[in-house]
Structures are given as structure tokens and as C-alpha cells.
């Protein structure tokens, strides 16, 4: 089983920046992020999981949402086996549980919607005070 674990959620103030990570666990998790595409999600309270931003398994080709371009930076060290968001001049509305998703498609593209995604984290929560 594999686990998808992200850190550096927490509480700022707006205009701050924090960068969250992701990484795996579990057998095969050599695999899981090094080559695949991830995107990460947000959830606030009493609203829908949203899209935020993605990366390619080749990381070539990023995608993000509108309200965060600009102020939200997703990479990744295949090395590493983690991808980040850099997460730069937060406000109010950022606050969110953030998540970490990956498709098991080697090289695949970046992805936008959570339909056919293989591996979850739980979240981390960013909070953002104004």
C-alpha cells in the first residue's frame, strides 16, 4: 500500500509564504512520485476539493489555477522522490486543507481533475490569517 504524506501546512499571515511538500511511503514508493504527474488539491471548509496546481511526470509542463498564478509555484526533485508548492503572497482565501495526488501513468501529463487518481494524501492545513 502506498501513502501519499505532505508537510509544512500551518498558520501565517496574508502576504506570507510557505512551501508545502509531498512525498510517499509504503512498498513501491520508490516509484510513486519520481516520473509521475501529482497535482495538488485544496479543500476549504464547507466547500468542493478544488484544483490548484499541477506538474508532468517529465517535468516539463505545469498547470495551475487561476486565482494562483502568479503566487503559487509547483516543482518537483525526482531524486528526491517529492514535489512542492511554493506558495507565495497568501491570503484569507488560501486557507484550505491541501492535498497531494499522483496518477500512475510513468511520464504522464499534468492533470487538472481528481477523476483517475491512484494515490492520496491526507492533507495538510494551511491556514491563512488576514
Known amino acids: 500500500q502506498v501513502q501519499l504524506v505532505e508537510s509544512g501546512g500551518g498558520l501565517v499571515q496574508a502576504g506570507d509564504s510557505l512551501r508545502l511538500s509531498c512525498t510517499a511511503s509504503?512498498?513501491?514508493?520508490?516509484?510513486?512520485?519520481?516520473?509521475?504527474?501529482v497535482t495538488w488539491f485544496r479543500q476549504a471548509p464547507g466547500k468542493e476539493r478544488q484544483f490548484v496546481a499541477g506538474i508532468s511526470g517529465d517535468d516539463i509542463n505545469t498547470t495551475y489555477e487561476d486565482s494562483v498564478k502568479g503566487r503559487f509555484i509547483i516543482s518537483r526533485d525526482n531524486a528526491k522522490n517529492m514535489v512542492f508548492l511554493q506558495m507565495n503572497n497568501l491570503k484569507p482565501e488560501d486557507t484550505a486543507v491541501y492535498y497531494c495526488?499522483?496518477?500512475?501513468?510513468?511520464?504522464?501529463?499534468?492533470?487538472?481533475?481528481?477523476?483517475?487518481?491512484?494515490?492520496w494524501g491526507k492533507g495538510t492545513l494551511v491556514t491563512v490569517a488576514s
Open positions: 495526488a499522483a496518477q500512475r501513468r510513468l511520464w504522464g501529463g499534468a492533470f487538472r481533475s481528481d477523476a483517475g487518481v491512484d494515490y
Open positions: 509504503g512498498r513501491a514508493s520508490g516509484r510513486t512520485l519520481n516520473m509521475y504527474p
